[in-house]
C-alpha cells in the first residue's frame, strides 16, 4: 500500500492532486498566478471544494490568461457572479482582476517567478517532517512573501494562504518522510 500525507484522505480527485501536483517545484509564472488566485478563494473554504471546481474557474476565468483577465470591467465581474461552477464571491473575483494587473506589472518589471522564488532564495526548502502534526501553517518565508505581495497591492494573501501556496507550488516539500513523493522531490533535480 502506499504511503501519503494524510490531509488528502481517499478521495481520487484529491488523490490525483497529492500524487501529481502537491510540492511539485513550479516555475511557470502564469500557473503561480493561478494557484495563487485559487489559494485566495479558498480562504475560508476547504481545498477540495476549489480542486472540483477548478475547471470551472480555468473556464471563467478565461485559462487564467491575466491580460485578459486585467481587462475586465464592472460588466464581467457581475457576469462572473452569476456562475454557480465557481465561488461567487465579489471581493474574491475583484481581487483576481486586480491581481491579474499587478501580475502583468510584475511580470514586467522582474518576472512573477522570480519574484516569488526569491523568499526560498530561488530553491524549494527541503522539510523532514513526520507528522502532519509537526508542519507548520506560517512560517517568516511565507509572511515575507504575504507583506511583498500585499505591498503590491494583492489582496486574500495572508502568510496561512501564501504558505499553502509554497507548499502546493513546490517552494517547500512539505510531503511527510513516511509519503511515497517526499524522497522523488527531496532529490536536487526536483528543485530545477
Not at 484522505?9 to 498566478?33: I, K, N, S
Not at 454557480?84 to 499587478?102: D, F, N
Not at 507583506?147 to 507550488?169: D, E, N, S
Amino acid at each position: 500500500m502506499t504511503s501519503r500525507c494524510t490531509w488528502c484522505g481517499t478521495d481520487p480527485l484529491y488523490v490525483a492532486y497529492h500524487d501529481t501536483e502537491w510540492g511539485v517545484p513550479e516555475y511557470d509564472g502564469r500557473a503561480l498566478w493561478e494557484k495563487l488566485v485559487l489559494d485566495g478563494f479558498q480562504a475560508g473554504l476547504s481545498w477540495i471544494t476549489i480542486l472540483r471546481k477548478r475547471d470551472a474557474f480555468r473556464e471563467e476565468f478565461e485559462g487564467f490568461d491575466p491580460e485578459r483577465v486585467a481587462r475586465w470591467d464592472a460588466a464581467r465581474i457581475d457576469r462572473a457572479l452569476q456562475n454557480p461552477g465557481i465561488i461567487r464571491h465579489r471581493g474574491k473575483i475583484e481581487s483576481t482582476v486586480k491581481g491579474a494587473r499587478l501580475y502583468l506589472d510584475i511580470q514586467a518589471q522582474e518576472g512573477f517567478a522570480p519574484f516569488l522564488w526569491a523568499f526560498v532564495g530561488g530553491r524549494p526548502i527541503q522539510n523532514h517532517f513526520a507528522s502532519m502534526a509537526e508542519v507548520p501553517t506560517a512560517t517568516p518565508e511565507s509572511t515575507a512573501m504575504s507583506k511583498a505581495l500585499k505591498k503590491r497591492g494583492f489582496t486574500f494573501c495572508g502568510p496561512v494562504i501564501t504558505y499553502a501556496f509554497m507548499q502546493a507550488t513546490g517552494m517547500v516539500n512539505d510531503h511527510v518522510t513516511t509519503c511515497h513523493r517526499h524522497a522523488p522531490l527531496s532529490r536536487p533535480e526536483a528543485g530545477g
